[in-house]
């Protein structure tokens, strides 16, 4: 293994130079549509690590196999690295948000009510996940091989057990991964951080804006463990040693049912309580601001009374916005979903850097689309798979999840306006539309609901080869 000083200040310009021993779905996604998401218990450390040192050669590999053309990565919990062997010093070095894992801080981020881990599927967050395998790839044909190659790996090894099998696929978008779009309707993903050194394009909004009306990049740190952030050279410093973080992330994984026909029908209800009409164009502007854009992705900021297609064709408007003049949300509800989750120039009650809370959605769709005209929901699970990367879980999601998502005094809303998309509704929550006839909802019903969570260590290539030849 390739030996650094942990003193050492990585930059941007390192990251470029090892972009290949990061796993894929880190910097930059993995355009394939199928994908099957394996959660793993390891129950004999040896024979487990027998089974990943097989595995190793197809990570980030994308070979074609048995005729089918796939790739495979995999991330771990903290009971699997336990399971593994890695030494005590280096689990104990390990923060401790990951050490407790998704379902220990369940309370912290807001899982409650229809969300609490113990409506989870598949015994997600509990001891016995040890880590998450996930496979794309370009058929429903190719996810099955690929499934029955691992699976005789491991029955040939022993030391592994299927949990739980998430399968996703990409529904199709305008942007070229299909005409659908999430269950919701809106195209996505419109927005992701630019990272320095990642070798992908970047566009005006999608970065950190500097006081001359620039925007640049985020530091490269603020995702990939190693390299500087935006608070120094030093980046995040934890896990020990330094070769084993060199090039690895944190992703937090989340299953999200979507109540499709629930969304649609309180559309109607509430465009005609804010508007007095509940005509297409007024569920479409209800629709846009619950969730700070329109479906076509163009946001409210730039053109708060219509959809304007252009916009959202063209990245170099679509995220140039900054809220900084819609300071009470006229155009923009500064409840909105999109809002929340990158406020951007707002100004808000509690300061803090917005640069240091972003987060890298690798989101993917799940179950077949509600066909358009239905209002009743078919008994039919589905909604979104997303894998939340970043460097710091507590500083990044979990902030994001408690105190932009889970209420509204960091922007001057009253506490019972959560997020009005992903939040939790019922009796008393409610949501402020600046500008409306009657510029209030409340009662929203509660349309997403997390249906599983783990936090996850990624590791670079090296950092997994060291995790299984037990240098840690």
Known sequence: MDTLASTRSLTAADLKDNLRDIQDNVVAPIMMRYGRHIFVEFNDGEKSRAFLRNMFGRVNARQEEHGVRFTVNIGFTYQGLKMLGLSQRALDSFPQAFQVGARGRAGDVGDVGPHVPEHWEGGLGGPEIAAMVWLRTDSDEGREEATRILRDEMKATGGVEIRFIQDTKALAHENGIGSEGEHFGFADPISQPAIDGADAPWYPGDGVLEEN?????????????????????????????????????????????????????????????????????????????????????????????????????????????????????????????????????????????????????RGVEYGPHLPESALEDDGVDRGIVQMLIQ????????????????????????????????????????MSVPGAKQPFLFDLPTFVKVKGSEYLFVPGLKALKGVIEQRF
Request: aromatic share 10%.
């Open 391 to 430: 460097a710091d879980i507590e500083r990044q999601f979990e902030f994001v999840q408690k105190e932009w998502m889970s209420g509204g005094e960091f922007m001057g809303l009253d506490p019972n306006e959560h997020d009005p998309i992903v939040g939790v509704g019922g009796e008393g929550s409610q």
């Open 213 to 361: 009306g620039a925007w640049r990049l985020l530091k490269p740190g603020e995702f990939v463990l190693g390299y500087e952030d935006e608070l120094g050279p030093d980046g995040t410093l934890a896990p020990e040693p330094f070769e084993l973080r060199w090039n690895g992330t944190y992703m937090v994984f989340r299953k999200l049912y979507q109540d499709v026909a629930a969304f649609r029908r309180y559309l109607a209800t509430a465009a005609k309580a804010l508007y007095g009409s509940d005509d297409p164009y007024h569920r479409d502007l209800v629709a846009a601001k619950m969730m700070g854009r329109w479906r076509s992705g163009c946001p409210l900021d730039l053109s708060p009374e219509k959809d304007d297609l252009a916009i959202a064709a063209d990245p170099e408007r679509r995220n140039n916005f900054t809220y900084a003049d819609d300071e009470e949300g006229a155009r923009c509800p500064r409840g909105a979903h999109v809002r929340r989750v990158n406020p951007r120039a707002t100004h808000m009650m509690r300061e803090t850097a917005v640069r240091r809370r972003r987060l890298i959605r």
